[in-house]
């Protein structure tokens, strides 16, 4: 009983966080806050009592919704010359959260999740028709090749190796090129809906896709000296690392933590820097590019076939110290490849090497600072080398 009476809180308060938006949007809508609270609760309790007494309520309950949206509609188009129909379709969805919430577990994610996700894309109206009508052509090619390469081509490919040395699977290739270009896709959506100019958000959506090429931009164009944009890029890189890690082998989750810590911590040290920065609020146009194209998606999985290739090669060879030295080498200008590649090997293996590569990157990061403004890399170096300190203090705590 006292898990019931929890849903019913929870699916009141699901049913506000969508309803308080459709209220303060649309004045003269037929469903506001407390009709979406009823609406997610209506889905709970249709769900509980079809299981509570073998009658199944939910299409009874289901229909009576649809008839309330489309008589809302009609009325909203035929009368009043309106147009659009987000807001019955968010009161149908939020009857089915409602539903999702009586069948689910505690901590209740899915439904928790979808609530949430419906009323960003509710609030973010004005940004997502701006960015659907600035979207270029070259954006829609790209999607639709990397749809192509994620949802296509990967679940034809072999799941066994294809070499004589049994190391080239295309399947794990195929995998890891499809986590690194979506998670760039992901963030690069994000800061084109955003459309934002201030330079910490900024920071730390482009250094998710690459914190090399945010050192580069900002020591480049920013002419007076300021910190705390390179501290943010460079630990979105570490929290990259981590992203990637887990989603290549989610057993990682808790063995990686340590990244994640530094990254927080990271932001949080990157926050703290803004403030007491005059220049806290100045606005930059950050460039960032589409992340995916033919050529270059053609282009990376040939080196990331010779990296995955030649990075198992020297671990059976030379083992860890061998692995090590690749880490170093290659993570000065790049995390992606080799974060996935070493998800695969061992735990421990795995912490230590993407520990190399993390420090590597980031003196990676202060080397195209020290080259575009060694002012700039004066005042930011000891930062950086705080990160790395981090990464190394939570890496021995968390062992």
Request: net charge positive; with cysteine; hydrophobic share 55%.
């Amino acid at each position: 009983m006292e898990e019931i009476l929890l849903k019913v809180a929870i699916s009141l308060a699901l049913g506000a966080i969508i309803g308080i938006e459709r209220e303060k949007r649309m004045k003269e809508s037929f469903a506001g806050f407390r009709t979406f609270m009823l609406a997610c609760l209506l889905g709970f309790i249709s769900s509980y009592i079809s299981n509570l007494l073998s009658l199944n309520l939910l299409p009874l309950s289901l229909f009576f919704i649809g008839v309330l949206a489309a008589i809302n509609f009609y009325r909203k188009v035929i009368y009043k010359r309106g147009k659009g129909i987000t807001t019955e379709i968010a009161f149908i969805l939020t009857f089915l959260i409602g539903v999702i919430l009586y069948y689910e577990s505690y901590p209740f994610i899915l439904s928790t999740a979808l609530a949430l996700l419906l009323t960003l894309i509710l609030v973010l109206k004005e940004s997502l028709h701006d960015f659907a009508h600035k979207v270029t052509k070259t954006e829609i090619v790209d999607f639709v090749i990397f749809g192509l390469v994620a949802f296509v081509v990967y679940p034809i490919l072999p799941g066994s190796s294809i070499d004589p040395f049994g190391l080239l699977n295309l399947k794990f290739i195929w995998k890891a090129v499809v986590a690194i270009f979506g998670l760039s896709f992901f963030v690069y959506s994000i800061f084109r809906i955003l459309k934002t100019k201030g330079i910490f958000l900024s920071s730390i959506l482009g250094g998710l896709i690459s914190s090399i090429y945010m050192s580069n931009f900002f020591s480049a164009k920013l002419k007076k000296p300021l910190i705390y944009p390179y501290v943010a890029s460079t630990s979105s890189m570490i929290l990259r690392v981590f992203l990637l890690s887990i989603i290549i082998n989610p057993t990682l989750t808790f063995s990686n933590l340590s990244f994640l810590l530094t990254a927080i911590f990271g932001y949080l040290t990157s926050y703290l820097l803004s403030q007491k920065n005059e220049r806290r609020n100045e606005k930059i146009r950050v460039e960032i590019k589409s992340p995916v194209s033919f050529k270059f998606l053609a282009f990376y999985i040939t080196i990331f076939t010779l990296l995955f290739f030649l990075a198992n090669i020297i671990s059976k060879n030379f083992g860890l110290l061998g692995s090590k030295m690749i880490a170093l080498i290659v993570g000065l200008i790049d995390t992606s490849s080799l974060t996935t590649i070493f998800s695969t090997f061992p735990g421990e293996n795995c912490k230590i090497l993407l520990l190399f590569l993390t420090s590597s990157n980031i003196l990676g990061n202060s080397l195209f600072i020290l080259k575009n403004n060694k002012k700039t890399f004066r005042k930011v170096f000891k930062y950086l080398l705080l990160l790395i300190l981090l990464n190394v203090f939570f890496f021995l705590i968390t062992s």
